[in-house]
């Protein structure tokens, strides 16, 4: 709940105010028996979820991400999100390939030219920056998903990219799930730290880009 509404309940109207924290206390706690009774079945209908999301870019996946940590953990849980999001990840790319590229050259033109070049012209580097991509906020994902195949950034790159640079985030998305009930908006899921952190990791990533750019 936000916090000017539990304020306010907490004040005019404590009696509901406690029914709706005992309400997501006992919705939390169902859950997690459902999850540990019915894993298998829970397990599949999440990464069928999240891959599906991620395939057809769906808004959403930050939610699934603390959902995530909320019921399986940190390490079960970006364990889980990143395999999903590689995998969505991945079969947004070959969709893409096969029938995307109309439609990113009419939604995203001058972005695409700018992610065009700036592969070209570090074609030797690429993996340290895709990796760059992936750890900040320079372009969106959902955009470097759909746009790799069209400007020739080849899979195993754009895959090793997925998969490690995706690890930070999801870590400090997960460990947010697991106090998922404390918060109260997606601004308290990256907070400074968190943020200055990917960014540094991002910074550190393309600096060999960077130096053997300067030298050619």
């Known amino acids: 709940m936000p916090d000017f509404f539990c304020s306010y309940m907490k004040h005019y109207c ?13 919705c939390r706690d169902h859950l997690e028996d459902y999850t540990s009774d019915y894993t298998a079945q829970v397990l599949l209908g999440y990464c069928m979820v999240y891959i599906f ?7 959403g996946t930050v939610f699934m991400s603390l959902l995530a940590g909320a019921l ?5 849980g970006v364990s889980l999100v990143v395999f999903n999001a590689t995998a969505g990840a991945s079969s947004c790319y070959f969709l893409s390939k096969l029938i995307g590229r109309p439609l990113v050259f009419s939604l995203w033109p001058d972005k695409l030219s700018f992610f065009q070049a700036q592969v070209a012209s570090r074609r030797d580097k690429l ?3 895709m990796l760059f991509l992936r750890l900040t906020p320079t372009l969106p994902n959902t955009f470097i998903n759909v746009a790799s195949p069209i400007v020739d950034v080849p899979y195993h790159i754009f895959f090793l990219a997925t998969v490690i640079g995706l690890i930070p985030a999801a870590y400090v998305t997960v460990r947010a799930g697991l106090a998922l009930g404390e918060l109260q908006s ?6 400074f730290n968190s943020v200055a952190t990917l960014f540094l ?3 550190i990533s393309i600096t060999p880009t960077l130096i053997s750019k300067n030298k050619s």
Do not use: E, H
């Open 53 to 59: 999301m991620q395939t057809f870019m769906i808004p």
């Open 72 to 76: 399986f953990g940190v390490f079960r």
């Open 201 to 203: 990791i991002g910074v």
């Open 186 to 191: 997606l601004g308290d899921l990256y907070d």
């Open 14 to 26: 404590p009696a509901i105010y406690v029914d709706c924290i005992l309400r997501d206390a006992f």
């Open 127 to 129: 993996l340290n920056y």
